[in-house]
């Protein structure tokens, strides 16, 4: 059983352990691994990219934080109905830090972050872009609780939710949340990713 948790929004104070955060939940996975082939750099350049994404997030008040004695055990980086996360030059933050780790793989690259992005859905939505828990506490049911947190509000207002799973693994976990796979997207030369969406929740 988890230990006792409380989660909140994230602030600005915590970009850099949350950034480490990610990057750890994230080192191994499929897509960041097709995004940083080398091992031996891939943890340093996935903190960069999950610290452009935390404050671009966090600009949209989109990120939440899950703590246990003062230190973050996992997160998660949301947009909200109606605005892209990779807005305001975002996106060319991380372009220009995948392509210097990846100066030769330019349109394999280009053509899989198109096919992410041209999956989602027209209506607006609530875009799961991350969740993450620190590798120890794996398994404990942080990932839940903290998606949940958000998928809260998203039920409030009524609006439905997106997200695009990096991992098999993962889906059962999503599905249990509400969400159905509807497309698979296979990254060129890389993994298979699972786009899924939940229904919003009729009020009233």
């Known amino acids: 059983m988890a230990e006792q948790f409380n989660i909140r929004q994230a602030e600005f104070g915590d970009v850099r352990e949350l950034s480490l955060v990610l990057a750890r939940a994230f080192e191994e996975d499929p897509f960041m691994s097709w995004l940083f082939p080398e091992s031996k750099y891939r943890f340093k350049l996935a903190q960069a990219w999950m610290r452009v994404e935390v404050e671009n997030a966090l600009e949209m008040d989109a990120s939440w934080v899950s703590m246990i004695s003062g230190e973050i055990v996992a997160g998660t980086i949301w947009s909200p109905p109606g605005r892209d996360l990779h807005e305001s030059g975002t996106f060319n933050q991380l372009w220009y830090l995948v392509l210097g780790a990846n100066p030769d793989r330019t349109s ?5 972050l198109s096919m992410i992005g041209s ?8 875009y799961l872009n991350t969740v993450g828990v620190q590798p120890s506490l794996a398994g404990q049911g942080h990932g839940g609780a903290i998606i949940r947190h958000t998928l809260n509000f998203a039920d409030a207002d009524g609006r439905p939710c997106y997200l695009e799973s990096s991992s098999q693994r993962n889906i059962p976990l999503y599905e249990r949340l509400g969400f159905e796979v509807k497309h698979e997207i296979a990254l060129p030369n890389g993994p298979t990713m699972w786009g899924m969406w939940r229904e919003g929740i009729e009020s009233g």
């Open 108 to 112: 394999e690259l280009a053509q899989g």
């Open 119 to 126: 999956g989602h859905p027209e209506e607006p939505h609530f």
